[in-house]
């Protein structure tokens, strides 16, 4: 992941350089070359998805400076990407708080196992019902960790209420319940350790009040002082993201066009099953980028 990037831009070699000096190892050799089961580990996977969205957004302004955003949002930890194209964390400080965060909640993980399941198919307030009922039936966590677009929830949280509200969902008429192949309980009580160790780093990080407006996953709501970012990063662990709303925030600001910088076009997919009136695309390699070239796009 990134490899042509770095080839091709020197902006995105340049950030790829960075990261492996503050990581203090070959981030980029890893991302380039692998393996990919040291790759897919969360506290390797989670700097070099930064990695990569800020070497494409810097790509892309190394050839289009005009094309500037009035908006920016990421998912889960590409908030942190947002919070960067914001102009509210510098780059350094961003990479360093997302190895801290992979590394909390690989631990937060050990101590307290648990999973996370997809659910298709159904509403919001049937998902939260039956979590809820789950919660009370065990006594242990389970919620709803991402409302990615309508009819696809995940929920997060401890094997067994995790397995009572599965059974529940499927009762429910769910099209589909597929457990994911993690062990960390994303986004769920369970991450409490990581998100108290990550709040640690928060409070010596430098902050700035963003110079494009961004829309947290917490509140789904615009972050336009320093506070308020704080505030949403203090639960960014614990809560659910709210990536449905967060895109209806920006379409109600009157948002036509949706850029997505990363390694795939998952979130350009969400967005056109929010609404399909949009205009996506994916810059998240030379192919995608050079679209924007002659500036048109």
């Given at each position: 992941m990134g490899r042509e990037l770095a080839a091709r831009y020197p902006a995105a070699a340049k950030v790829f350089e960075e990261a492996d000096e503050i990581v203090g190892f070959a981030l980029s050799r890893l991302c380039?070359?692998?393996p990919?089961?040291?790759l897919n580990a969360t506290v390797n996977t989670q700097p070099?998805?930064?990695?990569h969205s800020v070497a494409a957004l810097r790509a892309l302004q190394s050839i289009r400076p005009d094309l500037l955003a009035g908006?920016?949002?990421g998912h889960s930890l590409g908030e942190f990407s947002a919070l960067v194209a914001a102009g509210a964390m510098n780059f350094p400080d961003a990479l360093r708080l997302v190895r801290t965060r992979g590394e909390a909640m690989k631990a937060a993980g050990g101590r307290s196992p648990g999973g996370m399941a997809a659910v298709l198919g159904l509403d919001l307030d049937t998902v939260e019902a039956a979590c809820a009922a789950a919660?009370?039936?065990t006594g242990e966590a389970v919620q709803v960790a991402n409302d990615n677009c309508p009819g696809q929830l995940v929920i997060s949280g401890s094997k067994p209420a995790l397995a009572s509200a599965?059974?529940?969902l499927r009762a429910d008429g769910a099209r589909r319940v597929v457990e994911l192949a993690v062990s960390i309980a994303a986004h769920s009580a369970l991450m409490e350790p990581a998100q108290s160790e990550l709040n640690r780093a928060i409070e010596s990080t430098a902050i700035s009040a963003p110079a494009i407006p961004v829309i947290g996953n917490v509140s789904a709501a615009p972050l336009a002082t320093v506070s308020e970012i704080r505030e949403e990063l203090r639960s960014q662990l614990t809560s659910?993201?709210?990536w449905t709303e967060t895109v209806r925030?920006?379409?109600e600001a009157g948002v036509t066009d949706f850029i997505e910088l990363g390694p795939r076009d998952v979130l350009i997919n969400l967005v056109k099953r929010i609404d399909r009136e949009v205009n996506t695309a994916a810059a998240g390699d030379p192919a995608g980028i050079e679209k924007f070239a002659d500036g048109k796009s």
């Amino acid at each position: 992941m990134g490899r042509e990037l770095a080839a091709r831009y020197p902006a995105a070699a340049k950030v790829f350089e960075e990261a492996d000096e503050i990581v203090g190892f070959a981030l980029s050799r890893l991302c380039w070359a692998g393996p990919v089961e040291e790759l897919n580990a969360t506290v390797n996977t989670q700097p070099a998805l930064l990695c990569h969205s800020v070497a494409a957004l810097r790509a892309l302004q190394s050839i289009r400076p005009d094309l500037l955003a009035g908006w920016v949002a990421g998912h889960s930890l590409g908030e942190f990407s947002a919070l960067v194209a914001a102009g509210a964390m510098n780059f350094p400080d961003a990479l360093r708080l997302v190895r801290t965060r992979g590394e909390a909640m690989k631990a937060a993980g050990g101590r307290s196992p648990g999973g996370m399941a997809a659910v298709l198919g159904l509403d919001l307030d049937t998902v939260e019902a039956a979590c809820a009922a789950a919660r009370g039936a065990t006594g242990e966590a389970v919620q709803v960790a991402n409302d990615n677009c309508p009819g696809q929830l995940v929920i997060s949280g401890s094997k067994p209420a995790l397995a009572s509200a599965i059974e529940r969902l499927r009762a429910d008429g769910a099209r589909r319940v597929v457990e994911l192949a993690v062990s960390i309980a994303a986004h769920s009580a369970l991450m409490e350790p990581a998100q108290s160790e990550l709040n640690r780093a928060i409070e010596s990080t430098a902050i700035s009040a963003p110079a494009i407006p961004v829309i947290g996953n917490v509140s789904a709501a615009p972050l336009a002082t320093v506070s308020e970012i704080r505030e949403e990063l203090r639960s960014q662990l614990t809560s659910r993201v709210r990536w449905t709303e967060t895109v209806r925030s920006m379409l109600e600001a009157g948002v036509t066009d949706f850029i997505e910088l990363g390694p795939r076009d998952v979130l350009i997919n969400l967005v056109k099953r929010i609404d399909r009136e949009v205009n996506t695309a994916a810059a998240g390699d030379p192919a995608g980028i050079e679209k924007f070239a002659d500036g048109k796009s």
